[in-house]
């Protein structure tokens, strides 16, 4: 079965050239910007290499060289442009969510209102995060009452709220997983996965969102948190 499923998926070469392509419709000028970059440091080093007397030394380091930034520029404009693919569509937070690195374990949609705003809940080494999508007017009552019945279980454990979006006060989509990896560890791993077993008693008292979530958007995955 596993056998069928590693079949199934594209090849290496196939996987760049498929986010070539979304870089393409996202960015008309990034891989432009991938080449340039590449060839920039090629013939940066190349020079240096003249300058110095090492040219044939120079070439062989400016090709690696180039090969390295050539990639992360590439990776780089790849993550903004599915960033930019996922922005406005239901769920776009828990996918970013979805890709981050680490202990860190999501539950999307646990909390969904009339207007399709929603909560995600995310354990970590922080504690619990609870991740909203929607405007602040609406959403912060949704955030209040997630907060006061996640409390009851996790009694002890620092509950933070997030509200992810472009309004004031709120953490845009494409900063969200830095945001995330910059609060304070106050939990060991022990403690963290007998959070995670505490709160898998929650019921789901939330219907999910009627709308579309995005489905296999495979995010670049963050740093991972040390």
């Not at 760049?16 to 991938?34: S, T």
């Not at 120079?58 to 990639?71: E, H, K, P, Q």
């Not at 509200?163 to 995330?180: F, I, M, N, T, Y």
Request: hydrophobic share 45%; with cysteine.
């Amino acid at each position: 079965m596993a056998k069928s499923e590693d079949a199934e998926k594209p090849g290496r070469i196939k996987q760049l050239r498929m986010i070539a392509q979304i870089i393409k419709q996202a960015n008309p000028k990034g891989m432009p910007i991938v080449f340039l970059s590449a060839v920039g440091t090629l013939a940066v080093v190349v020079v240096i290499g003249l300058v110095t007397g090492y040219l044939w030394y120079s070439v062989f380091i400016g090709i690696l060289a180039a090969l390295t930034v050539g990639l992360v520029v590439f990776g780089q404009l790849a993550q903004r442009a599915q960033y930019s693919i996922l922005h406005g569509q239901t769920g776009a937070a828990a996918a970013v969510l979805q890709g981050m690195r680490g202990n860190w374990q999501v539950n999307p949609a646990i909390a969904v209102n009339r207007d399709q705003d929603l909560v995600h809940l995310v354990v970590g080494y922080p504690g619990v995060v609870l991740v909203s999508e929607g405007p602040g007017n609406r959403v912060a009552k949704l955030l209040k009452a997630e907060k006061q019945r996640i409390s009851r279980v996790v009694l002890g454990v620092e509950i933070y709220d997030v509200q992810c979006g472009d309004g004031e006060g709120q953490v845009p989509l494409g900063k969200l997983q830095r945001h995330l990896m910059k609060l304070p560890r106050n939990l060991k791993k022990p403690s963290v996965n007998e959070v995670k077993d505490r709160l898998r008693s929650l019921p789901r008292n939330m219907p999910m969102p009627k709308g579309p979530m995005p489905k296999g958007a495979r995010m670049p995955r963050g740093p991972k948190m040390r």
